[in-house]
């Protein structure tokens, strides 16, 4: 079973900064993307940054120059730096990985983390 397990989140000030980790585990083969995406109270869940094998990260317009996303493929992690946060960041933040595949010949399927709580208050 793949697990993805997230930490990092918690309380901060108007422009302070937070950095999130997420961890994937178990029988993994490969991961094409992984990547974070958040969810506020009444709203969807919207993507906050991904990076695929290979490619070219991306960005939510609203985060683009305060936060940056980091990937380690040997480790199997991924980490989102926010920096200049804003009010509007506070929300659940989940992890995301995709293509995920326990054997070569697999399909791939995307897996989630529990979702990690980032507020922005004064």
């Known amino acids: 079973q793949v697990q993805l397990v997230e930490s990092g989140g918690g309380l901060v000030q108007p422009g302070g900064s937070l950095r999130l980790s997420c961890a994937a585990s178990?029988?993994?083969?490969?991961?094409?993307?992984m990547g974070w995406y958040r969810q506020a109270p009444g709203k969807q869940r919207e993507l906050v940054a991904y990076i695929p094998t290979g490619g070219s990260t991306n960005y939510a317009d609203s985060v683009k120059g305060r936060f940056t996303i980091f990937r380690d493929n040997a480790k199997r992690t991924v980490s989102l730096q926010m920096n200049s946060l804003k009010p509007e960041d506070t929300a659940v933040y989940y992890c995301?990985?995709?293509?995920?595949?326990?054997?070569?010949?697999?399909?791939?399927?995307?897996?989630w983390g529990q979702g990690t709580q980032v507020t922005v208050s004064s």
């Open positions: 178990g029988s993994i083969f490969s991961i094409y993307g």
């Open positions: 995301n990985a995709d293509g995920v595949k326990t054997h070569y010949y697999d399909n791939g399927k995307a897996y």
